[in-house]
């Protein structure tokens, strides 16, 4: 019962992305041929809240649910890195036309081959763990 409200808020931001027609296969289609402004300007607005959000989390101005404070590891620099991990996310994202984030919305709105893309995303995660120390970080 104590997490109760964090399901709830899934629930919304579920049909959020719904109504917003984030988990849209078309949506993202449209975005990587560059015909609509749509989800490039969901993805703004999620950068601008992300920098916002760390500015706050900086300033120590946000605590935790418990009142703890959050702290903010430096930032790790290096272009390889995340040059190659954008290639890897974006082949993913448009290969499968779903980003990570709505994956398990698709499920509840009833896309039974999400599925592959989760059970996808699940071994990717698995082999992330297994090669990370010998992976540029």
Known sequence: MKYIKFFLVGILFGIVMTKGEIISW?????????????MYGVIGSAV??????M????????????????HVAPKKKGLYRNLLG???FGLGWAL????????????????V?????IFGAT????????FKDKLPH
Do not use: W
């Open 96 to 111: 499968a036309g779903a980003c990570p984030g709505p994956m398990f919305v698709l499920i509840g709105k009833g896309v």
């Open 48 to 53: 601008v809240l992300g920098i916002v959000s």
């Open 113 to 117: 081959s999400i599925f592959i893309v």
């Open 26 to 38: 078309y949506r993202i289609y449209e975005m990587f041929k560059f015909q609509s402004f749509h």
């Open 86 to 88: 954008g290639i890897l």
């Open 55 to 70: 500015y706050l989390f900086r300033k120590k101005m946000v605590k935790t649910f418990e009142g703890n404070e959050i």
């Open 123 to 130: 071994l990717g995660a698995f082999c992330y763990g297994l």
